[in-house]
């Protein structure tokens, strides 16, 4: 068995892995939330009438700005968290000598 030591992690590198990331988990969570949204209002215009018909196409048009949007945010949120978070983690590695890693072969 091989001891090796991680002095550092790319930030970058890691940043984009979490944008990524967040950016499937923002789909499905958006996909998740959106669809409600459209489906309840969807509901609630059958339900209500012709009254109902503009407050449905504004949460209709919700889900889908919810669908496109939580995905973006999400994605920009992991990539800003990532970097500094790296880069806290590469202030750490530096402090304590790095981190021991074993590997077999």
Not at 42 to 55: D, Q, S
């Amino acid at each position: 068995m091989n001891m090796k030591r991680i002095r550092s992690f790319g930030v970058l590198s890691f940043g984009k892995y979490l944008a990524v990331f967040n950016a499937f988990m923002g789909f499905l969570i958006g996909l998740m939330y959106g669809g409600f949204l459209m489906l309840f209002s969807a509901i609630g215009a059958a339900a209500g009438g012709k009254e109902a018909g503009p407050l449905a196409a504004l949460g209709i048009g919700g889900g889908i700005a919810a669908i496109i949007f939580i995905p973006i945010l999400y994605a920009l949120f992991g990539f800003i968290g990532g970097v500094i978070a790296t880069a806290f983690a590469n202030l750490a590695l530096r402090m304590t000598g790095g981190l021991e890693l074993e590997i077999e072969d």
